[in-house]
């Protein structure tokens, strides 16, 4: 029986057991441990991507050092984003105010880096200390000549869903800016697509294959020219929809910009996000293009996933996620390699997305909103899943299960976007649920000599610690 913390029982679902709605959107509860990231961070994810700008935080040293190079976003160009630069708040500023430091520190970076704009995020001491971030970057952007914007992410002031809205109006301020260069009428902007491992650059040759132009990606490969076309594009493709619905909204409330979500991750999800994109167009071009492209990649892939299918038929997959988005492909794409997903929870997830999960799930599914370590090791066991899929948070508690582990968050280094990426994530499930190594594990000793204390055939635990081998 897996402890749930009163405050919490209501934001763990099981399917066919419970009745009640699921409760969601609610900041963490205290001595919970969430494994939910905090307001700056939220911010930090969706800019860090945009190369050519300065990205300062304003704090003391542990909220730079915490974020640094947190995202295994690529860039074609520059690399101004993978420094991370603080005003490194001390006593002294925390008792007489940071505004001096910020101001220096702006005005010694730019002429150094040239950046094309700086952010600058106030985390949670400049909330309490009450510095007017805002009045040093109107200053610093009179001075310099370039925008610098500030994001109001103060850690404590409410959820990374907070940050993400954060990031989205400083994104926003950078757009409207280019009315010349020429956009295509068949022009889109893609949202929450942060070209991990370089996977932007896969759905831009997908795009571009279907005579599609991507007219700015937010923020994958980001630069700060591109947002300020962005709103010329015909429609925004909202890729993360939990970071970015918010900045579609803005746009098509300000530039009559209509938007769709999608994912890029799974077969169904990549080709249903084509597939959208190509019905919103009307084109016939662009329709027999998509379809060939979809053709080309899934004939390519299939025989591929079946090798793995094989492999991990029966197997089980425990799914914790920033946003649901992210959850709905993998439990579709689990189920292409054969393998159910019997735990599943994200930390930013709507009740709309809980909805969908729910029916999109085996009976007997757990859902989870804004876990904890405790919990989440604890329906693992319950269920006996094989592997979890999650993010460098959730990446110890694998391994102190002794069951394999699958990085789909922001740190990765592999491509699991796109048909290529699919292949990529069955490869790296199979590889990771079949190694030997998990048998060596503390955890996993402990419960084979527990089993066969008591007298529980030796055969049944050796069984789960080694899966089967593709032949
Ligand atoms: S919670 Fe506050 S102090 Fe901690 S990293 Fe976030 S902004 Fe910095």
Redesign the pocket.
């Known amino acids: 029986m897996v402890e749930v913390l009163n405050a919490r029982k209501q934001q763990v679902w099981e399917k066919g057991k419970d009745q009640y709605t699921l409760v969601c959107e609610k900041p963490s509860t205290a001595g919970s441990v969430s494994q939910r990231a905090?307001?700056?961070?939220g911010s930090r994810v969706v800019l860090y991507p945009i190369a050519d700008a300065l990205h300062l935080i304003h704090?003391?040293i542990?909220?730079a050092a915490?974020?640094w190079e947190l995202r295994g976003s690529l860039s074609s160009g520059p690399e101004l984003h993978r420094l991370s630069f603080s005003t490194d708040l001390r006593e002294q500023e925390v008792i007489y105010g940071g505004e001096k430091k910020l101001y220096t520190a702006l005005s010694e970076l730019i002429p150094v880096y040239k950046p094309k704009a700086a952010f600058v995020y106030g985390?949670?001491?400049i909330g309490l200390i009450g510095d007017d971030v805002a009045a040093v970057c109107r200053r610093v952007q009179k001075e310099q000549g370039i925008p610098v914007l500030p994001v109001h992410?103060?850690?404590?002031k409410g959820t990374k869903k907070d940050g993400y809205k954060a990031a989205c109006e400083a994104a926003f301020t950078l757009m409207g800016k280019d009315q010349l260069s020429p956009v295509s009428p068949f022009s889109i902007n893609i949202l929450g697509e942060f070209n991990l491992a370089g996977e932007t650059w896969i759905i831009k040759d997908y795009y571009h294959r279907m005579g599609i132009e991507v007219t700015a990606c937010l923020t994958g490969d980001g630069r700060v020219a591109e947002l300020g076309k962005a709103h010329r594009a015909r429609l925004n493709v909202v890729q993360c929809a939990g970071s970015m619905t918010y900045l579609a909204k803005m746009m098509q409330e300000t530039y009559g910009i209509p938007f769709i979500r999608v994912s890029y991750f799974g077969i169904e999800d990549m080709t249903k996000a084509l597939y959208d994109v190509a019905e919103f167009f009307q084109d016939q071009r662009i329709t027999h293009q998509t379809q060939e492209l979809v053709r080309e990649e899934v004939s390519r892939l299939l025989p591929r996933l079946g090798e793995y299918r094989k492999a991990l038929e029966g197997k089980k997959a425990a799914v914790y996620v920033g946003g649901s988005f992210k959850a709905f492909s993998m439990v579709k794409a689990l189920r292409h390699i054969g393998m159910e997903t019997v735990v599943v929870g994200s930390q930013t997830g709507s009740p709309e997305d809980y909805e969908y999960l729910k029916e999109i799930t085996h009976e007997g599914t757990i859902i989870l909103d804004d876990t904890n370590p405790l919990e989440l090791s604890g329906f693992i066991l319950e269920k006996g899943a094989d592997i979890l899929i999650g993010g460098v948070k959730e990446r110890p508690i694998a391994y102190k299960m002794g069951i394999g582990f699958c990085d789909h968050n922001h740190e990765r280094k592999e491509a699991l976007a796109g048909y290529a990426g699919m292949g990529n994530f069955a490869q790296e499930v199979y590889t990771s649920v079949s190694s030997p190594v998990w048998k060596y594990s503390p955890a996993r000793q402990a419960a084979a000599a527990k089993a066969a204390q008591a007298a529980v055939p030796e055969r049944a635990v050796t069984d789960r610690v080694e899966p089967g081998v593709p032949a």
């Open positions: 905090c307001v700056f961070c704090g003391p542990g909220c915490y974020t985390t949670c001491i992410s103060e850690g404590f």
